[in-house]
């Protein structure tokens, strides 16, 4: 049987373009995946201040129980540049991606105790695959210990995975030679476009490999200048990713 997927992401107001651009470039390369944004009406429905600290599951949930037996959530400050068809294949409960590289790692880099810090994942981008592991996750983002947490849902998500009891992948440690979000963050200048492909280069002795860039994240907040890909990319690699997410 085909399995039913959504992407979506959870935007406010300030985010909004940004999910706009998200779905654009996502429907350059899968225009028949559906997308929904879960926006400000959506969030004030949900009647939980904190319902931005717990969102991945609460969205998820939602989505699973309309149907889907897939759902993959996207932080809005992404860009889809390459074919992800490989993260949603398989036989997993939850998939996710780097929180951190090298070159990115005393400012992004968090630990849990008994996590490794280089193992630590990110909620920007997770394949959600079990509707029995996304009612875990939202129960311990729901229960007293929430608020024991800096990062809420991300550091509940990494403790659920590194106690075993799921099935998870870790999408950017696999060898199929790509990276997703956060493992190529601050590397940009070093990036190269070779037939709409982006890939980095061995760097510094980082990635030892050369990688394709299949997703880009601008994590951080709301900033000055925030995916502003000229101040960030040599100019052709900015106009691609400008086209991308127009």
Excluded at 81 to 108: Q, Y
Excluded at 122 to 146: D, P, Q, T, Y
Aim: with cysteine; hydrophobic share 40%.
């Amino acid at each position: 049987m085909k399995s039913k997927r959504c992407f979506f992401t959870v935007a406010d107001v300030n985010n909004q373009k940004y999910a706009r651009g998200l779905e654009n470039s996502l429907k350059r390369f899968h225009p028949d995946e559906e997308f929904r944004i879960f926006g400000v009406e959506d969030v004030k429905q949900a009647n939980d201040p904190m319902i931005f600290y717990r969102a991945t599951p609460y969205f998820g949930l939602y989505l699973m129980n309309q149907g889907y037996d897939t759902v993959v959530k996207l932080d809005a400050d992404q860009v889809i540049i390459g074919d992800i068809s490989h993260v949603w294949e398989g036989d997993f409960d939850v998939a996710t991606v780097n929180n951190s590289n090298p070159r990115e790692f005393k400012k992004l880099a968090v630990g849990l105790q008994g996590i490794p810090p280089t193992e630590y994942q990110n909620c920007g981008f997770v394949v959600m695959k079990n509707i029995e592991f996304v009612k875990f996750w939202l129960a311990l983002c729901m229960s007293n210990r929430f608020n024991a947490f800096q990062f809420r849902e991300q550091d509940i998500l990494n403790n659920i995975i590194f106690w075993g009891r799921w099935k998870a992948r870790f999408l950017d440690n696999e060898e199929n030679n790509k990276f997703h979000g956060l493992a190529s963050k601050g590397y940009e200048l070093q990036m190269e476009l070779k037939d709409d492909k982006l890939y980095l280069p061995p760097t510094e002795g980082y990635p030892t490999v050369e990688k394709q860039i299949v997703c880009w994240h601008e994590a951080g907040g709301n900033v000055p200048q925030k995916m502003n890909f000229y101040l960030k990319f040599n100019p052709p690699v900015a106009r691609w990713l400008k086209q991308l997410t127009k």
